[in-house]
Each structure stands twice: as C-alpha cells, then as structure tokens.
C-alpha cells in the first residue's frame, strides 16, 4: 500500500499537470497527441495515478514546458510557486 506521503506527491504532481494543461488552453486529447500518448495516459496521470511511464510522463512535461529537477537532500515534489 502507498504511505500517505507518497499519494499526497502523486496528488500535487499530477494537480500541477492538470492546472498547467488548462492554462495553455490544451485539452487532454490535444496534449495526448503532442506527446504522442494516448487520452487514456493523460486523463491517469492527472488523476494521480501512483505508476506511470517515466518516458510517457517525460513526453507530457516537454510538451507542457514544465521539467523535473533533482537535488541531492531534497525529499518529494518541489513546487515553484507561479504554478500552484
């Protein structure tokens, strides 16, 4: 079972996605195509589906703009604060 940390990550992860995705005016199906994924993908990931692709969810952030960045010592999913 997921710890509740774990799931609140995957919550904002995919929060940000969804949020991200409306504001440049793309629907699910339409990002879906632009990362060369299926509507299925997409509508999961922004449900907070805890596995998914690395290399799907990769596609989605180019797409998006958006990038994830690792940091040694830092635990979870950084937010900046313009995309909340």
Known sequence: MMSLEKRNLTANLARVIRKHRKSLGLTQ????QFAG???AFIYLLEKGKPTVRLDKLLDVLIVLGLQIKLEV???GIEIDEDLR
């Not at 199906?29 to 879906?32: A, D």
């Open 37 to 39: 994924c299926g509507v």
């Open 73 to 75: 010592g830092k635990a």
């Open 29 to 32: 199906k339409q990002l879906g």
